[in-house]
């Protein structure tokens, strides 16, 4: 079964400070790698997304780095703020069917970034 | 909403009633899924609707029953719970590309089982 491998479970840092989070992904044949972020009482909602194609993509405050050799991703939250706390999974799908046409989710980090 | 609607939002049922969770996307997206979510497995995909057909079950036990009658509809009918089966039950819509490829999901906000 392929596997995305997320850690860590969870992170504490201050407000202003820049939780990373990894991901190490198998499927060579995966080419889409989200980020999902969710709130208590919420489902996950789609935050950020890379292709293969580029090494980093910023969206705001957010920072995707991608190591295509290494098949590894990271999620940066720079200058963190209290309302970044929340639980973040990194996905990854293939863009062949035969691989299989759905995400695959890492398990999850637990992000809590005090005031 | 983000555009996938779910209810009930809270379910408590006794292990011998039968209850269903509807889902509904306005997205008009051409897949459909249901997860499970617990402290245990945090995102344990259940079953993967495209174009209305069932192409996936992850080894669900029979007491879930899926059914998507159409491409904007998907329900999750349960009869003979356990109590290990509280959790919280996410529906998701995505578009499939080119070659099936799927390109990111957009989930709904739960139902909150609880078996009591």
């Known amino acids: 079964q392929q596997q995305v491998k997320q850690s860590p479970q969870s992170l504490i840092v201050q407000k202003g400070g820049i939780p990373i989070i990894n991901c190490a992904y198998e499927?060579?044949?995966?080419?889409?790698f989200p980020w999902y972020q969710q709130f208590p009482g919420k489902g996950p909602a789609l935050l950020i997304a890379i292709r293969p194609d580029v090494s980093e993509k910023k969206e705001g405050r957010f920072t995707i780095s991608f190591n295509k050799s290494a098949k590894q991703f990271s999620l940066h939250i720079m200058d963190s703020q209290p309302g970044d706390s929340a639980t973040y999974f990194c996905a990854s799908s293939p863009m062949i069917k035969a691989a299989g046409n759905k995400l695959t989710f890492g398990g999850g980090t637990r992000v809590l970034v005090k005031p | 909403e983000t555009g996938v609607t779910q209810t009930p939002r809270h379910l408590v049922m006794g292990m011998t009633n039968k209850k269903s969770l509807k889902c509904e996307q306005h997205?008009?997206?051409?897949?459909m899924y249901w997860y499970k979510q617990s402290a245990k497995k945090p995102l344990e995909l259940m079953f993967v609707?495209?174009?209305?057909?069932?192409?996936e079950n992850n080894s669900v036990p029979s007491r879930f029953s899926p059914e998507c009658p159409n491409s904007s509809h998907l329900f999750l009918h349960l009869h003979t719970l356990q109590p290990e089966d509280s959790a919280l039950y996410l529906c998701?819509?995505?578009?499939?590309?080119?070659?099936?490829?799927?390109?990111?999901?957009?989930f709904g906000s739960g139902t909150r089982l609880t078996v009591v």
């Open positions: 998701a819509s995505s578009q499939e590309g080119l070659g099936g490829a799927v390109y990111g999901y957009t």
């Open positions: 609707y495209s174009l209305e057909e069932r192409v």
């Open positions: 997205l008009g997206h051409n897949a």
């Open positions: 499927n060579t044949a995966f080419d889409y």
